[in-house]
DNA sequence: TTTTGTGAACTAGTTCACAGCT
DNA sequence: AGCTGTGAACTAGTTCACAAAA
């Protein structure tokens, strides 16, 4: 198992695919680990997880070689070079805009907590909404001091739950308060400056492309 | 404007990417039509929201020709379009399963109603909490009555929203309750039988994945 | 033997570029 | 002239299949 000297890769080079699915290897890891599995092939862990063995060697073959033929992966082992692949050896600390419901529900939402991700602030313009806190006990502080907290708290990623009107300006205000990374619930394409990560949930689009599936199945043969 | 005879593609034939893009257009031409626009081109199209023109040419040539040459799209007409393939022609009945924070938020998502989803119920079996109402008034019944309930109100999709734990449990419930069609926010890879859509939404995940973004921004070069 | 790591083959998805319609 | 609809070219992503390592 020699820790290979290929060049680190770049976030350009690996595709967003592979990254979403080390999270997911990462997962079932601690499952295994919970279960007491020491050791485990790609095809094993394929299997039990209904995923594809080839594809798990080659999405961890980006990063170095963590396997030992004719065994396979060393759970623990493996476990410990996703966290650090994933950026997760550190505390990432995060704060959600909007304390509507879905900000609140994600700014209290256990597996962020889990996975080690630190909610430390909601941020709101609504002046009966500041100064009170999420049910767990997230504070929820004024959108002007944005970027104060950011600096003083050293926020890595912000999650956007505000309505769609108010989408691009509050994306507008976290990129110049410094934040590289964001995830945005907002509905609409925003427009983020190169070198920012915006990543999109939109639940809209989710429930219409249901729809559609739905509506292939009842029309169509 | 011929409407072409092409065969209606079935739920395999189109890629998901593609009917996700389709809700992406429809939400466009939302904009567009109240901004008063009554025609526009694919190129003007892709220009104003960060598109490509081809590609959206070519995710609507999969279900007729609706453009006019050397015109574009009329912007009610595409517009109407859409949503019937997408389904959208007709109330769509929605159900929540789990009334946690992130449930209740989901069944109270404006965006959703807007787009013509109706939120029937939220699922639970917490005693305290079946007979009580979201916010909005969404009613919480007993998991145990959801066959019935699926039935009497004709659910379409269903939005799982608990704990990992109980993720396979409740969807098992929910295909056994004869749902087609399932939005997943629970971790972890759920097994569906075969003719069940199911979307996943993975937060963790999400999450992660932005902090490999960052994690590779540093480390790098 | 077993299982990795990986080039090669394959499949899916995107973009180009242009014939043909209005 | 302008823009669609679409084959062809290209790019990205997945899976196969096997040599090499333990």
Redesign the pocket.
């Known amino acids: 198992m020699k820790q290979t000297n290929k060049r680190k890769p770049t976030t350009e080079q690996v595709?967003e695919?592979?990254t979403n699915r080390l999270s997911v290897y990462l997962r079932c890891l601690n499952q295994l680990e919970a279960a007491g599995v020491e050791t485990i092939?790609?095809?094993a862990l394929a299997q039990q997880f209904h995923l594809?063995?080839?594809?798990i060697?080659?999405d961890?073959?980006y990063f170095g070689?963590?396997?030992?033929?004719?065994?396979?992966?060393y759970v623990k082992d493996l476990k410990r070079h996703l966290r650090q692949i994933l950026g997760l050896d550190r505390r990432l600390r995060v704060a959600v805009m909007g304390a509507g419901n879905l900000g609140l529900a994600l700014a209290d939402y256990p597996g962020f907590r889990r996975e080690g991700f630190e909610i430390v602030a909601l941020f709101d313009v609504s002046a009966e909404k500041i100064g009170e806190h999420s049910r767990s006990g997230v504070p929820i502080l004024d959108l002007k001091d944005l970027r104060r907290h950011v600096r003083r708290d050293r926020i890595d990623i912000v999650v956007i739950a505000v309505p769609a009107e108010s989408g691009q300006f509050v994306l507008d205000q976290v990129v110049t308060a410094g934040v590289k990374a964001v995830l945005n619930f907002s509905p609409g394409a925003l427009k983020a400056p190169a070198g920012i990560k915006l990543k999109n949930v939109d639940l809209t689009v989710s429930l219409e492309s249901l729809s559609f599936y739905l509506a292939q199945d009842e029309g169509g043969e």
């Open positions: 595709s695919l592979t092939s790609s095809q594809n063995a080839a594809q060697r080659k961890l073959a070689e963590f396997g030992v033929r004719g065994v396979g992966y």
